[in-house]
């Protein structure tokens, strides 16, 4: 895993290019701490500069930026090539030679030998990468599949600039960017900021699966092109659904997913497992201890809190499993101590709350391995998700309802507050087994109020997936991601499962995921989201993913070859943290720090009256806006980060 930067400067404005590159790459420090490599060409103004966190080949011979055995191409690479070992013995057999072992050599001589698009379609992997072509005086940048490794990319004056990360490109000179507003109007809906948007005008995210190629010569900035479609593939599953037995999909399901752990447990370096004790990273965990000859390691998260400490589960699994199982209780004071980093780590406002136990997971697990294999992906692949059970039941028996009588009904509940609902619900689910009961089940009781009065299956995914649904952001209105599908209006579960792959999966888990790795120096790797397993689930029927209201069948029956099932059966929890408490105890005086009204209107990015009704309500218990007012937190936290120039 590494940090790659770089720029073509056809302007002049660069006095000393091995100068900035040096100190460009220098702020990616944490996601190459081993070795730091630069390149460049004066007479065209390019130059390129690499971090390296090194996990195969960890001589010399796999130092970056690469040159090709010809000499005709230079690449800066951050990622992983899972199937290099089979590329190479495919390219050794049409003549060429390699010196090292790394996969970065492997991916060159496959650039030679097949061109770009050949090269990526032929790899399985997580990466991004810049190269340069000599021969035709062009720079491309190239992202994985499903967008497991970020990429930005702009302009800064007449200069183009790229980096695995915002924040090196205020190492640039004349670096000066402005805020742009409709990035912030998303975010506030969404709690990220989706591709090919950032936070700044002018800078972008290349989105998963692409290429953007930009010539020296003119410097054009063409339409990045797909190499990968997600939805071609899921149309052609859909067409071509595997007729088979339970028992033979299961064995297919299985197979693959050992195939993919086994690829990814390939490193010259110590590795281990996240493991929740959920369904998901306990399938990770036990086809790697199945696929290793001694103790794999594991780490789990915890809480005092007893509704989201799931590290009891986690340490039930590890024990079954036989893995040397590590765990770190989280209190509100280590929150409190994250979160002033979160700004700096992110780049540009992000507002997952687990993005703080992944930030502290990562560092205790940093301390033991180098590698860390995570199980997400499964929800998104195996219909794992809540909405995807009851979205379209909800749909279904609210459509024929007039819609003054459905507000009418979510006004009744709302005015109820979510903390005396989940009492009430938590004395009425005592006598039922722990399988059926739901955790704070008055929050969601109010989400299900907030979506009673759509008019549309496509209103009520945009309201499933959004925290501010009302325009909150001076001088924009856009809040709205473009969450069209093939399967829109059509097949509202598959609808809402491609459109949380192509939108939710990269721009909110897989960001969180990598954002927190490296700033701990840890590389992450995700099983799940292998080419070939997201094209197999797209081939399962609908009744392999969810059967009789429970998500993720198939993969649970996978499971129950491991583990036993009471150890897995009991409700779903996700990454949660008790923020709606933390945000009225242990935080409040830190939130309350960045929602003044003063401030908030002196800044001139946010309407003060919303905000202000949303955290006296919250402050009241009356009500739990802990998801829309950590999206503000997150900005406002951000903003004095970045104003402030540190």
């Given at each position: 895993m590494c940090g790659i930067v770089g720029f073509i400067d056809r302007t002049g404005q660069v006095q000393n290019a091995d100068v900035v590159i040096q100190e460009m790459s220098g702020l990616l420090s944490h996601r190459g701490p081993d070795d730091s490599g630069q390149w460049s060409d004066k007479d065209v103004g390019v130059s390129l500069g690499h971090r390296r966190l090194s996990v195969v080949d960890l001589s010399p011979l796999g130092h970056q930026p690469m040159n090709s055995t010809s000499g005709r191409y230079v690449i800066a690479f951050n990622g992983e090539i899972y199937n290099f070992e089979d590329l190479r013995t495919k390219l050794v057999a049409k003549g060429h030679q390699f010196r090292g072992h790394s996969d970065t050599e492997v991916l060159l001589a496959a650039i030679s030998q097949w061109g770009v698009d050949g090269a990526v379609g032929r790899s399985t992997g997580m990466f991004a990468f810049a190269l340069w072509d000599r021969e035709n005086r062009s720079l491309t940048l190239a992202r994985d599949r499903m967008g497991e490794k970020p990429l930005y990319y702009g302009w800064v004056g007449g200069s183009f600039v790229f980096s695995s990360e915002l924040k090196a490109f205020s190492a640039f000179p004349g670096w000066r960017p402005t805020l742009n507003r409709d990035s912030i109007a998303m975010f506030m809906r969404h709690a990220y900021i989706p591709a090919p948007s950032s936070i700044f005008e002018k800078f972008y995210k290349l989105p998963p699966a692409s290429l953007i190629t930009v010539s020296s010569d003119t410097l054009l900035l063409p339409e990045p092109s797909i190499y990968w479609s997600l939805d071609d593939i899921a149309v052609h599953g859909k067409e071509h659904l595997i007729e088979s037995s339970d028992s033979e999909a299961v064995d297919a399901l299985d197979s693959l997913i050992h195939k993919a752990v086994a690829n990814q447990m390939v490193a010259d370096v110590p590795l281990g497992a996240f493991l929740s004790g959920g369904v998901d990273s306990s399938v990770v965990a036990a086809v790697m201890q199945a696929e290793s000859s001694r103790p794999i390691k594991s780490f789990s998260i915890g809480f005092d809190d007893k509704r989201y400490d799931e590290a009891v589960d986690a340490r039930e699994v590890a024990r079954h499993l036989g893995t040397e199982h590590t765990e770190?209780?989280?209190?509100?004071?280590?929150?409190?101590?994250?979160?002033?980093?979160?700004?700096?780590?992110?780049?540009?406002?992000?507002?997952?709350?687990?993005?703080?136990?992944?930030?502290?997971?990562?560092?205790?697990?940093?301390?033991?391995?180098?590698?860390?294999?995570?199980?997400?992906?499964?929800?998104?692949?195996?219909?794992?998700?809540?909405?995807?059970?009851?979205g379209d039941s909800i749909w279904r028996r609210i459509r024929h309802v007039p819609r003054p009588l459905r507000q009418f009904a979510a006004n009744l509940v709302v005015r109820v507050s979510a903390n005396a609902w989940n009492r009430v619900g938590d004395f009425a689910m005592r006598p039922l087994p722990s399988k059926y009961h739901v955790r704070r089940p008055g929050d969601r009781l109010h989400k299900l109020a907030g979506v009673l009065d759509v008019s549309s299956q496509d209103e009520l995914y945009d309201r499933l997936i959004s925290t501010w649904r009302q325009p909150i952001v001076k001088g924009s209105t856009a809040t709205r991601i473009d969450n069209r599908s093939p399967f829109s209006g059509r097949d509202f579960v598959d609808h809402m499962m491609l459109s949380d792959m192509k939108g939710y999966l990269p721009g909110d888990i897989l960001t969180k995921v990598d954002r927190a790795a490296m700033a701990a120096s840890l590389e992450t790797r995700i099983p799940f989201l292998d080419h070939q397993l997201v094209e197999f689930s797209w081939k399962l029927p609908r009744s392999m993913k969810i059967r009789n209201g429970e998500g993720k069948w198939l993969l649970r029956r996978v499971l129950d070859r491991y583990v036993p099932n009471h150890l897995i059966d009991r409700p779903k929890a996700g990454f949660g943290v008790p923020l709606d408490e933390w945000l009225r105890g242990p935080l409040r005086d830190w939130a309350d720090s960045l929602l003044m009204p003063e401030k908030l209107k002196a800044e001139g990015y946010l309407f003060e009256a919303p905000i202000q009704q949303l955290w006296g309500e919250h402050l009241s218990g009356r009500r739990n806006w802990q998801y829309p007012l950590w999206n503000v937190l997150m900005f406002q936290s951000w903003l004095e980060r970045w104003t402030s120039g540190d």
């Open positions: 770190l209780y989280v209190t509100p004071r280590d929150a409190l101590d994250v979160i002033p980093d979160l700004p700096f780590i992110y780049d540009e406002p992000f507002a997952d709350p687990s993005q703080i136990p992944t930030m502290l997971l990562c560092r205790m697990t940093r301390e033991q391995v180098t590698v860390a294999i995570s199980g997400d992906g499964g929800d998104e692949l195996f219909g794992g998700y809540n909405r995807y059970s009851w």
